[in-house]
């Protein structure tokens, strides 16, 4: 009998213990003194449907309602914390006519909170970065044994190059040199696919990071060694669509879960999207446009997710939350923000912003039109109602006025008046200065290649970068003149490896070892102009003031309390001679600093300003 216990015993064991590795409960923990109260676990497990759930030690009393969902081997349990007043471990025991298991769920302590968090705003500078592409800072994890995509090939332009989380860390003292004061990465959560995996936004588990960039521990360190510094971590999400391994695939919780999921599920059959994005303003639009704008998938290999389940509405919200707390995040910037469902997108930045007021998200809306990235804004007067709660927009039309008024050659509507034109559309901005402004990013043609690589061009482009009442974005390599002209548009080349990044690179931009003398001297004008502009109040937050364009001149100034700025571009092959009595508003200043050169000079009325290039001064009374 005695020993038939035993045996008893260790096989109830066993079965227990093969039930705990087998569970997975998303959130994996969660915090006391959260604003809003209320949070709901996914648990899968296999035939976990059919459990009865309690909670141990007297807190039973804190499940408010449990959930089956479609499939057999998922429950949701939504708990209400709020009588909860100090960090514990909840005990959860779930039980069938046969067996038993015990999961411990905890309940940590507020590392951050709504107190500590604090987003990027006009007063940074982001660093954009594709972390396979940057540095390899660890070789010892450009294959992880298991995962579909395991070669790494710096020879081909899709495949991993073993870029890491590690090597930004290495990076951070370089960055924070260049006057960078945030860094955006795309996405570091595992992408399993076998295919590509290196660009991130096929994510296979929103909760884990991928072991070819790091661990959990690598990125929090990521974010403390940027604190450290008073730098911000960006965080790139994607609420939109999953990769096609994702781990739920196989089994999905509710029949809805994904959009298309009954026909996709029934004959693998795919409906795309139209790419139709004016649906979602268009007054006139038909319902199966707009259908299939939101519902239908990007690619084959990322399936879109039903935002209007409540339950996968729920889930996205508390996995932002979870990211923003578990590593002090400084921002999100959120994927194809108008394939979203616009009502699920509302409450997702509400949810962020009511636990955590100063915290800034950015969205991505690829359109010229500045109506339309102007919807985006929170506070938008939208004739639709519309309230996004989205702090910011990236200022996709800026960008293109940029690289035109560079470009095209100077006349009555073409050139520098294309830039002072599209800035006058700052009058229908919510928060113009909250709008994340870029020369190019990662899927887009590079900034020196879209100038025709002018390097001449490319520097008065950093100087209106900097000076832009914008926040500032730059794409890593710009200092460096990186370039994809040999074959324009193709997103591998236009992500290539950062000099430098790999043990014996030849070229390091670290360094400066085997750098052209037109790459340092453009490294040295990007790191004057965005150290500066660190120390300028009127660059990060000053009030604009500027002058039409004339005879291929162009005029901004930025003022913040005592301090003006006054920056000069001339596009003209000659000097040009500035003749300040002409500009009413820059007068009565005893003399002038150009921080680039680094000259003071006492205050005339002519200022030189160089053929194709710039000047930038601080005037002193
Ligand atoms: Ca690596």
């Known amino acids: ?26 959130p994996p923990n969660w915090w006391v003194g959260m604003t809003q109260s209320e949070l709901q676990l996914l648990i899968r497990a296999d035939d976990i449907g059919a459990f009865q759930v309690k909670l141990k030690k007297g807190r039973n009393q804190l499940i408010k ?63 954009l970065i594709t972390p396979d592409r940057f540095v390899n800072g660890d070789e010892s994890n450009d294959s992880v044994p298991g995962l579909k995509e395991q070669t790494v090939d710096r020879s081909h332009d899709y495949k991993r190059h073993g870029g890491d989380i590690t090597g930004i ?41 991928d072991p070819r960039f790091g661990s959990l521990q690598e990125y929090r360190l990521l974010a403390d060694e940027l604190r450290n510094r008073k730098m911000k971590l960006i965080m790139d999400q994607v609420n939109n669509h999953c990769g096609s391994n994702h781990w739920w695939m196989s089994d999905l919780p509710f029949s809805d879960w994904i959009n298309g999921q009954e026909a996709f599920l029934d004959s693998g059959e795919i409906t795309y999207s139209n790419h139709r994005r004016t649906t979602i303003q268009d007054p006139y639009a038909a319902q199966k446009d707009k259908d299939v704008m939101l519902e239908g998938w990007f690619v084959s ?50 949810a962020i912003q009511t636990q955590y007021p100063q915290f800034t998200i950015v969205g991505e809306e690829w359109s010229y039109n500045p109506l339309r990235v102007g919807y985006w804004q929170q506070s938008a007067p939208n004739v639709d109602g519309y309230e996004s709660h989205l702090p910011s927009v990236f200022d996709f039309p800026l960008q293109k006025a940029l690289v035109d008024a560079l470009t095209n050659e100077e006349s009555w ?48 482009a950093l100087a209106l970068m900097a000076m832009a009442p914008r926040t500032p974005q730059l794409y890593y390599g710009t200092e460096i003149l990186m370039q994809n002209t040999a074959k324009p548009h193709d997103h591998g080349l236009i992500r290539s490896d950062f000099p430098g990044g790999w043990p014996g ?15 340092k001297a453009t490294q040295i004008l990007f790191t004057k102009l965005f150290q500066f502009r660190n120390r300028s109040e009127a660059m990060r937050f000053g ?66 300003v160089q053929s194709r290039s710039f000047l930038l001064i601080q005037m002193k009374p």
């Open 1 to 26: 009998m005695h020993k038939f216990r035993i045996l008893l015993g260790l096989f109830l064991f066993a079965f227990w213990f093969a039930k705990a590795q087998d569970i997975r409960v998303e």
């Open 169 to 209: 860390i290495q990076a951070i003292p370089y960055l924070d040199d260049l006057g960078m004061t945030a860094v955006w990465s795309s996405p570091l959560l595992i992408n399993d696919m076998a295919e590509q995996s290196y660009h991130g936004y096929a994510i296979t588990d929103f909760y884990k990071v």
């Open 543 to 608: 009030e604009t003031l500027h002058y039409a364009p004339n005879d291929g001149v162009y005029v901004i100034s930025r003022f913040f309390e005592n301090e003006r700025l006054v920056l000069f571009l001339n596009k003209n092959e000659e000097d040009r001679q500035i003749d300040l009595s002409d500009y009413k508003e820059l007068q009565g200043y005893d003399r002038y600093y150009d921080p680039i050169n680094e000259v003071e000079s006492s205050a005339s009325e002519l200022i030189r």
């Open 65 to 127: 309602k449990v959930h089956q969902a479609d499939s057999p081997n998922y429950l949701f349990i939504d708990l209400d914390l709020s009588s909860v007043k100090k960090p514990e471990k909840l005990v959860f025991e779930f039980s069938n006519e046969t067996s038993r298991f015990e999961y411990e769920y905890e309940l940590r302590k507020l590392e951050f909170g709504s107190d500590k968090i604090e987003g990027f705003n006009s007063g940074d500078a982001i660093y």
């Open 301 to 350: 290999a990322m399936p879109d997710l039903n935002h209007r389940n409540p339950f996968m509405a729920r889930y996205l919200i508390q996995n932002s939350l979870w990211w923003i707390e578990t590593l002090g995040l400084g921002g999100i910037r959120q994927d194809t923000y108008p394939y979203n469902d616009p009502t699920f997108m509302a409450e997702w930045a509400q």
């Open 505 to 519: 690179d030849e070229i390091n931009a670290f360094s400066k070892v085997g750098l052209t003398a037109e790459q």
């Open 413 to 460: 509507d073409k050139g520098l008046v294309e830039w002072y034109t599209a800035l006058s559309n700052d009058f229908y901005y919510p928060s113009p200065k909250a709008l994340v402004f870029m020369g190019d990013n990662h899927d887009m043609d590079r900034l020196y290649t879209q100038l025709g690589e002018d390097i001449k061009l490319h520097h008065m």
